[in-house]
């Protein structure tokens, strides 16, 4: 029990620290030992110290997949179950780190990526999907940018539930849904995103392991630009 806890905060410390990516490595390498603590870390309070654990989860995960596919298979399991109501929890981090672990590995991804996707779609013969509560939809739609940079194929059935949530009233829905518009080229998406320029509600994103601040409307520009190939000037 000991060990245990001298592991989760010697993990819970490296996520926290400068040279946290230099640790990654040796995160995959423990393997199972470090599942559990990453899933404590998605549920600390520093924000960038949970968006880490998300991309450590991806760093175990995938290599857990490449060994023994089943053990990989298991977490994801758990962090579906974590997302039922009838689990009992909440499942904070568990949309942000399923699609870190499909972006990290092919397998898991093919397998698993339904399951993203279906957490943003609003579908009423299978309510137990699509995630009401918005800061859990929040990570999905994340999600979905996430699995777009990387498995563009995987993402193509999410486009009417995306354009669905360029009109979501959270802000930062709204956002990340902006991005992830213009990471898949969605031209349909165009006048929504043209009406979202002049939108100043701010978001906290997650890309390239850097935590930055930006806003719908920023977003909404640069899917825009990223659609059409021209500079905003010319949008």
Not at 94 to 108: C, D, F
Not at 119 to 144: F, K, M, S
């Amino acid at each position: 029990m000991a060990q245990g806890r001298e592991l989760k905060r010697r993990i819970h410390d490296l996520l926290a620290g400068d040279g946290w990516e230099d640790g990654l490595p040796g995160l995959a390498e423990l393997g199972q030992q470090a599942v559990a603590p990453l899933f404590s870390a998605l549920c600390g309070s520093s924000s960038l110290a949970r968006w880490r654990a998300v991309t450590a989860f991806g760093e175990v995960v995938a290599a857990l997949a490449a060994r023994t596919p089943e053990k990989a298979r298991v977490v994801m399991r758990r962090f579906i179950w974590s997302l039922n109501d009838e689990s009992g929890g909440i499942g904070w981090g568990a949309p942000e780190a399923m699609a870190e672990i499909m972006a990290r590995s092919p397998l898991v991804a093919a397998e698993y990526h339904n399951h993203v996707l279906a957490y943003i779609h609003e579908d009423h013969c299978r309510p137990d999907c699509y995630l009401e509560h918005a800061p859990l939809r929040r990570g999905a739609v994340w999600g979905v940018a996430r699995l777009c940079q990387v498995r563009p194929d995987l993402t193509a059935g999410a486009e009417a539930d995306l354009l669905c949530a360029l009109g979501d009233c959270d802000g930062t829905i709204r956002g990340l849904a902006a991005w992830a518009c213009g990471l898949m080229g969605l031209a349909s998406a165009l006048p929504q995103l043209r009406a979202m320029t002049t939108d100043t509600s701010a978001l906290e994103l997650y890309r390239d392991r850097t935590l930055a601040e930006t806003t719908v409307g920023a977003l909404a520009t640069e899917a825009v630009t990223r659609i059409t190939g021209l500079s905003p000037a010319h949008n």
